[in-house]
């Protein structure tokens, strides 16, 4: 048979997706998965193709796992696409580029999330509606929307099947996690389907950390009850969304099913996996960005810079007024894995725009100690204790970034860190015990 020009092009994509990093260890479609043991059935979910020994750097992400297998969990169906920038193949190709040349896949649309589906908008904005002028294919907007509103995009769009593919931060209040959740909701009530394929934890994902958020301080920064620094993939979170939330919901569980990585374990930064690294958002520009992340965005309730508008975000904290006193405290702390260095810096957006702030730069100098959150707290009370200036945001944001009113209370309370954390362990022990049952990796 004669391909088309679609459908060399398309073959090419599936096998430079499968290629990259060999052809090993493939995930395999449900219903025939073999993922250490077989496809796994939770909370009516099925999740297939869990990681197989992994070779130093070859990572596989769920989206080279469904090429290699030719796209069998797609086919028949009218697919869309909920994705960004990190949406790529090994060697640096966007998925929806691939997908739209395979005539194996009827891809019918694009849904982009906060930032857009080309990365263009900053936090708290969103791209709107257009069509891709690569493919031609129309792009759906949604951010901002969920439940039945959301539900009716999905059914305008025609489709059959949701498929999620987005690089995740590992950090509660990062809202693509949310997206996902959304998108299950609403395909559960406009009765599709959901793939989610699967991509690292780039802080890893040994542990959870930090208190976990209290229903009534949900938001689209933390829909449900999961910890701060969750410790898990997107496709583990889509499992624990439909097992443990969606099924108590009216619209009950949705028809979910997650394509697992080969070739990453839990104790993976990002820097091990051999894959190319796109910044998700606008100021998550590294892999350092992230690891810092889940601590140093706490400021975002404060008055202080949490280095938007600098090269280093999140990296360095500060304000005007603020001197060598804070980094002094937060050393005294001598949290592991951390140094904080005296720094200066000018934003040329968002908080303390065009004018030199004083403050912190963290400096990881041992991933495996470091834990964000601690870091984040500890650099809260050394913040309000060494400079007068030091306020939360008047709309208190900072509860729905921690998940509740107790961090806020504790810190003006002249709590210290370790009391703040003691605060949020039993709740942190009964979030770990459920983890653990959606964890598809060793």
């Known amino acids: 048979m004669t391909l088309s020009r ?10 430079g997706a499968a ?15 073999r993922a250490s043991g077989g496809a796994r059935d939770l909370g009516g979910a099925q999740a297939v193709g869990a990681a197989a020994a992994p070779r130093a750097g070859q990572v596989r992400t769920g989206f ?4 290699a297998d030719g796209y069998a969990v797609l086919a028949g169906q009218k697919v869309g696409v909920v994705t960004n920038p990190t949406g790529i193949t090994a060697d640096a190709r966007h998925l929806v580029d691939v997908l739209h040349a395979d005539e194996r896949v009827d891809l019918v649309a694009v849904f982009g999330p906060e930032h857009g589906f080309r990365g263009t908008a900053q936090a708290g904005g969103s791209e709107g509606a257009s069509r891709d002028p690569a493919t031609g294919l129309p792009v759906y907007d949604t951010y901002d929307k969920s439940g039945q509103r959301l539900a009716d995009v999905f059914t305008a769009a025609g489709i059959d099947t949701v498929v999620f593919d987005i690089q ?5 209040f990062y809202t693509y996690i949310w997206t996902l959740y959304d998108c299950m909701r ?8 959901v793939v989610v394929l699967d991509r690292p934890n780039p802080v890893g994902g040994r542990r959870a950390a930090g208190p976990v958020l209290e229903p009534p301080y949900a938001s689209f920064v933390g829909r449900e009850p999961i910890a701060l620094a969750h410790g898990m993939t997107a496709a583990e979170l889509a499992l624990l969304f439909n097992g443990e939330f969606l099924s108590r919901l009216p619209e009950k569980p949705v028809r979910l099913r ?15 996996t051999g894959l190319p690294w796109v910044p998700p958002s606008p100021n998550m520009p590294t892999p350092d960005t992230a690891l810092a992340y889940a601590g140093t965005c706490l ?39 951390v140094w904080f260095r005296e720094a200066y810096f000018t934003p040329s957006f968002s908080k303390h725009v065009g004018k030199v702030c004083g403050g912190v730069r963290l400096i990881v100098h041992d991933r495996e100690a470091f834990d964000p959150v601690r870091a984040g707290i500890g650099l809260l009370v050394t913040a309000r204790r060494s400079w007068s200036g030091f306020a939360w945001r008047t709309d208190h944001w900072i509860d729905r970034l921690t998940g509740s009113d107790r961090v806020r209370k504790l810190v003006d309370a002249g709590a210290g860190v370790e009391e703040i954390a003691g605060d949020w362990a039993a709740g942190l022990a009964r979030f770990e015990a459920v983890r653990g049952k959606y964890l598809l990796y060793g």
């Open 6 to 15: 679609r459908g060399v092009l398309g073959l090419a994509g599936a096998i």
């Open 64 to 67: 080279e796992c469904l090429a």
């Open 19 to 33: 290629g990259a990093a060999g052809a090993a260890g493939a995930a395999q479609a449900v219903g025939g998965a």
């Open 258 to 272: 997650t394509v697992a990585m080969t070739g990453w374990r839990r104790g993976s930064f990002f820097g091990d």
């Open 299 to 337: 400021f975002e309730g404060t008055n202080l810079s949490e280095g938007r508008g600098t090269t280093t975000p999140f990296e360095v904290l500060g304000a005007e007024g603020v001197d060598r006193r804070w980094a002094e405290a937060a050393n005294a702390l001598e949290l592991p894995g």
């Open 168 to 172: 995740d931060v590992g950090a509660r």
């Open 186 to 193: 609403a395909a559960a009530l406009a009765g599709k389907a």
